[in-house]
């Protein structure tokens, strides 16, 4: 298998300069899908210098708004045009699957469109008023410069939409870094750029691993901002050696998301069912390795039983295998790694005295199931409790917990009790208490009887541990600009403060 050229510098694809090259694995059974390019710190170098001319001298931050967006809706039509493609590589890389991918191409497509039309309905600046009709005053956007993005393994190509959409409507240049593990439709989007009409050295890519190029684009010196989504620890070190040059940080670092299932939902067979197959979809989708997974499931203590049973009942029902295979409702985890930290977290639950109600184990092998693969079993745990590590922490797996509670206050307080504060759920029949609820939680996004919809429009983010700033949304292409204000004396005259 021949090696791509998957480091873009200055508009030309190039192989990494000191030769590198790594091996993309398929999870479902681990061969090699591809050999990529695998950059260093020099390349990140090259790419940063090429972004930084790009800014400073190029035309793209000067491009009339009209045109950027333009190239904008250009790269959406790409994004549809080769949708199957990039579906399948979505699928293949990471393991979700295949309409999964084909549903990320249409979300990232309507991320482009968003931005396009957001800079496009922007008026020219907020005049302020300076109380004095001589002096007009205006605050402005400008482009915040070069931006180093660095993404995850889960959503790679929704990942990077997030973060390229908003900088190139912003008049930005950037360097990205996708995740060793899954970089194949992060560079097929920067080919999409290059096609639509992106002037050579304002989209630029370096694969590589995040010890190396990831940690050069957080410190390097010439890069304006550095957008990170990924785990708390990485984070943490990307926010430190950004802070020795100062420079704009947005941080997304996941969640241990709640969800927070009041009796009066089940009060009929449809809301308990609804109720529990939001559940399976809150915890299982993507084998549950989504930062806003509903991996905590808090219930209300009289309709627990029987909930749980139903939900471990349905986990074991649903369909595990190859990701690009008919009927297949669930793909493996992404690394032989993950699939460890997974059997390790259930085996620490198991330990502290959590009750398996359905999957804790691989599965057996089968045809669309190769044992090779990264496989693990959709996994129930009961009478969970705050004090275990499994509650806690992220899990990234397919892993739910179970927790009672009796109280509306017991409830709010249980799903407030975390580091992380992304995103959470209300189900009640009770629209008064689930709005009530939802205004104490504090996460930076709450569905009322729903589970895991994100809109375009709607900022994504978190507080706490979870991060800093937030992705799209009016808030999400602020991240990409600097504000300006300009005071102007339209009638100047001495001042006379100093008597000389």
């Known amino acids: 298998m021949s090696v791509r050229e998957t480091i873009s510098v200055g508009g030309q694809w190039r192989a990494a300069a000191a030769g590198g090259t790594r091996a993309i694995l398929d999870p479902a059974d681990a061969w090699t899908l591809a050999v990529v390019a695998e950059g260093d710190a020099e390349d990140t170098d090259a790419a940063v210098a090429a972004a930084r001319r790009a800014f400073d001298e190029g035309p793209w931050p000067r491009t009339a708004t009209a045109e950027r967006a333009a190239v904008l809706r250009r790269i959406a039509d790409l994004l549809q045009r080769d949708r199957e493609e990039i579906a399948e590589w979505e699928s293949r890389d990471t393991g979700k699957t295949l309409e999964e991918g084909r549903v990320d191409v249409d979300d990232v497509t309507s991320a482009f469109r968003y931005f396009a039309d957001l800079v496009m309905n922007e008026s020219g600046g907020r005049v302020v008023d300076a109380g004095d009709p001589e002096v007009h005053s205006i605050v402005v956007h400008e482009s915040v410069g070069v931006c180093a993005m660095i993404t995850p393994w889960n959503y790679p190509l929704l990942q990077a939409s997030w973060k390229v959409a908003p900088a190139l409507a912003a008049g930005d240049t950037f360097v990205i870094k996708p995740s060793e593990l899954t970089p194949m439709s992060t560079v097929h989007l920067v080919k999409l750029a290059h096609e639509a009409g992106v002037p050579a050295g304002v989209a630029n890519i370096v694969t590589g691993a995040g010890a190396t190029v990831g940690a050069r684009l957080s410190e390097h010196p010439d890069v304006d901002l550095v957008s990170f989504t990924g ?83 349905r986990a074991g029902r649903i369909r595990l295998g190859r990701g690009t295979e008919d009927g297949v409702e669930c793909g493996p985890l992404v690394s032989q790694q993950q699939l460890e930290k997974t059997e ?28 090779s693969g990264y496989f693990y079993s959709p996994t129930v745990l009961d009478d969970c409790h705050r004090g275990m590590k499994v509650v806690r922490e992220e899990t990234f797996g397919p892993i739910v917990t179970v927790e009672g509670f009796t109280t509306e206050d017991e409830a709010v307080s249980l799903a407030n009790d975390t580091e992380y504060g992304l995103a959470g759920a209300v189900f009640s029949g009770d629209t008064a208490r689930a709005r009530r609820v939802a205004a104490r939680l504090r996460h930076g996004t709450i569905w009322i009887n729903d589970f895991h919809p994100y809109l375009p429009q709607a900022e994504w983010g978190g507080f706490g541990k979870s991060g800093v700033g937030r992705e799209l949304g009016p808030s999400g292409l602020d991240e990409y600009r600097e504000t300006k204000h300009v005071y102007e004396n339209l009638r100047p005259s001495p001042v006379r403060w100093f008597a000389g």
């Open 231 to 313: 785990g708390l620890v990485s984070g943490t070190k990307v926010a430190q050696a950004a802070a020795a040059s100062v420079k704009k940080v947005a941080l997304e670092l996941g969640g241990k998301n709640p969800n927070v299932v009041f009796a009066d939902a089940c009060a009929t067979e449809e809301g308990f069912d609804t109720a529990v197959d939001q559940a399976l979809n809150a915890a299982f989708i993507h084998s549950g390795q989504v930062c806003s997974a509903g991996a905590r499931l808090i219930v209300e203590e009289p309709v627990r039983e029987r909930f749980v049973a139903e939900l471990a009942r």
């Open 344 to 371: 390790a977290y259930v085996a620490s639950a198991r330990a502290e005295g959590a009750v398996v109600r359905a999957g804790g184990a691989r599965p057996e092998p089968s045809e669309v199931r190769p044992e």
